[in-house]
């Protein structure tokens, strides 16, 4: 139980921390928060529960995939922010981001890469 709060605890402090940074700073901010972080803390975990490298790869492996799709929202969410407001743009890049996800997953299905 200690080890998960620790996990719990080191995540969160990185997520507040990235959000604080982000208030005084938009560039620095964006720059921090689009470092896999928090990929890069999932690994570390895995390898210090000691997972197989199969898995540890896997998770690697399936993250980058799993980015691809979200992309298009960092590029809309600010457009429709000054369209729509805070909650209508995040409910529709969401949705966005969905169908983009959907999307891919059918497309890679073609190539033999099973997202779904």
């Given at each position: 139980m ?78 429709l922010?000054?369209r ?33």
């Amino acid at each position: 139980m200690p080890w998960i709060i620790t996990k719990y605890l080191i995540t969160a402090a990185l997520v507040v921390g990235i959000s604080e940074l982000a208030k005084r700073s938009d560039r620095l901010g964006g720059l921090i928060a689009a470092l896999p972080l928090v990929t890069v803390l999932t690994l570390i975990w895995l390898q210090l529960e000691r997972q197989p490298s199969e898995k540890i790869a896997n998770h690697a492996w399936y993250t980058f995939w799993y980015v691809l799709p979200t992309l298009p929202m960092f590029l809309l969410f600010p457009w429709l922010l000054n369209r729509l407001g805070f909650w209508p743009a995040l409910v529709a890049c969401l949705l966005i981001t969905v169908l983009a996800f959907a999307a891919l997953a059918l497309l890679l299905r073609r190539f033999g890469i099973e997202l779904l």
